[in-house]
């Protein structure tokens, strides 16, 4: 224990990828994305750990060091993924989370298994931690392990960060044994949330479930204090920036406006196929803006990346099916030979490919009918050095409370989806301009980087940390 890593970092996936190096052998690599690469470079220098799943079943590999982090994968069967990670994952808890956009499955098994994968990443963490050392643990995957961790290993200082909403009480009510996931994540020091509201349902609802008292940002939990905030996640700018900057990235932004027409004005989707993501109300919006002939497909493309995603859960393989038989039938209709208003690709890009795409788009939809953060918003504006482009954004995005210069829509209601697409292809370039530069000065001044270090100071010193 005494020789343990004083930081770890606790999250479902492991911040790796498995791929084919040069000699054609299997090896593993650093993830893209903003979580990683700021969190790398504290556990990096600060001696630390990451503890994870490597994303396959019953897979084996023992630690490893992947660019500086040492990485102490804990291995899920096929049953544990089927139950835990599919099941009460991301059949129960990430539907209830995000307001019953999807009715949520409640079975027996899924929470046993749940509570037993928890505790093994409890118990991996117990054994790698260092005597007082800071423990991060991420998101819904793993609410039950802050208390877990606690009664192995009470000396640790316990983080854990929620990347998607928190319900209100009358939804968190409905799941059974609702006081035990509450309870796991009172075993944390410090909770922190993607917005402010997010903390205020938990701690009405340690008030409601609990009979406790909470007062200002905290509640005393057997005899200790939990604090609660919010930190609105955010992207690695600089890295953005960079592939912007990237003359490959800008010659591969022509090629694609050349493909696609450059008379036509692009429209750019970039979701995880995920019903929370609002892509079959965006395509619908999107097909009757060419039925009624406010926009028309010489005059417009939408191209919509929908990267495959938990696709042997029902639900997202019925959403794909919905998705892709609505594009075809808007395709049929209004599209010509060698020229369709949709360009569809259910397919994962790389960082690369998608700035590209951000750098050829007239207008940006992002319109989750619900989501902790999106950080597809932030890197469009991170990626708009040319201060050109336009932003339709979901108001029930945590990104919403900060990019409020983007064209708000509820994407609940097709009619207003239609109203901020038109606002947004209409609007002068002089107020598109505008708009854009202060959304960037608000994502230049929060990049992932400070957000990472003010959850550290704040479990640190709640009282001490800047806010
Ligand atoms: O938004 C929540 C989240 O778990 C992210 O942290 C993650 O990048 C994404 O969903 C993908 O989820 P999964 O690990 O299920 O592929």
């Known amino acids: 224990m005494g020789d343990g890593y004083s930081f770890v970092v606790v999250a479902n996936r492991l911040p790796v990828d498995r791929t084919t190096g040069e000699d054609g052998g299997q090896q593993w690599t650093r993830s893209p994305g903003g979580l990683v690469s700021a969190l790398a470079p504290i556990a990096r220098t600060s001696g630390g750990a990451w503890v994870g799943w490597t994303g396959a079943a019953d897979d084996d590999t023992g630690p490893q060091e992947v660019d500086g982090i040492q ?9 544990d993924v089927d139950q835990y990670y599919e099941g009460q994952s991301n059949s129960t808890i990430w539907p209830l989370f995000h307001d019953l956009v999807e009715q949520p499955v409640h079975r027996r098994e899924w929470r046993q298994a749940y509570e037993a994968v928890n505790r093994r990443f409890a118990e991996a963490t117990a054994e790698v931690a260092a005597d007082g050392a800071t423990v991060w643990v991420h998101d819904y995957q793993l609410l039950l392990v802050p208390a877990m961790l606690r009664s192995l290993r009470p000396d640790l200082r ?13 939804l968190f009510m409905q799941l059974p044994r609702r006081a035990e996931l509450l309870r796991g994540l009172l075993g944390a020091d410090l909770v922190g949330f993607q917005r402010p509201l997010a903390a205020q349902n938990f701690l009405q609802l340690a008030g409601r479930l609990l009979g406790l008292q909470p007062h200002d940002d905290r509640v005393c939990y057997e005899g200790r204090t939990v604090v609660a905030r919010a930190f609105p996640i955010s992207i690695d700018v600089g890295e953005i920036d960079r592939l912007a900057a990237d003359p490959d990235v800008q010659l591969e932004s022509e090629r694609l406006r050349a493909d696609l027409g ?7 989707g970039v979701d995880r196929l995920d019903y929370t993501k609002g892509i079959e109300q965006r395509v619908e919006a999107f097909g009757e803006l060419l039925a009624e002939g406010a926009v028309s497909n010489d005059e417009v493309v939408l191209v919509q990346v929908a990267t495959p995603s938990r696709m042997r859960v029902a639900q997202y393989q019925q959403l794909r099916e919905r998705v892709e038989r609505e594009v075809g039938r808007i395709n049929g209709e209004y599209g010509a030979v060698g020229r369709v208003p949709v ?6 890009r790389s960082p690369e490919e ?14 989750p009918l619900r989501d902790g953060m999106n950080l597809v918003a932030k890197e469009f504006v991170a990626a708009r050095r040319d201060e050109l482009g336009a932003l339709v954004l979901s108001e029930f995005t945590g990104a919403a409370a900060e990019l409020d210069d983007a064209f708000l829509v509820n994407p609940h209601d097709v009619e207003d989806l239609k109203r901020g697409m038109v606002a947004a292809l209409d609007a002068p370039p002089d107020e598109r301009a505008v708009r854009m530069r202060r959304m960037r000065a608000r994502v230049h001044g929060h990049d992932v980087d400070r957000w990472a270090r003010q959850f550290l100071a704040t479990l640190d010193d709640p009282d001490r940390a800047e806010t």
Request: without cysteine.
């Open 71 to 79: 990485l102490r994968p804990v291995p899920l069967s096929a049953q």
């Open 354 to 367: 998608l700035v590209a795409l951000y750098l050829a788009t007239d207008v940006m939809l992002v319109t």
């Open 343 to 348: 360009h569809y690709l259910f397919q994962s």
């Open 158 to 170: 316990i983080g854990f960060f929620l990347h998607i909403p928190f319900p209100p009480v009358e």
């Open 262 to 268: 450059d008379n036509r004005r692009l429209l750019l």
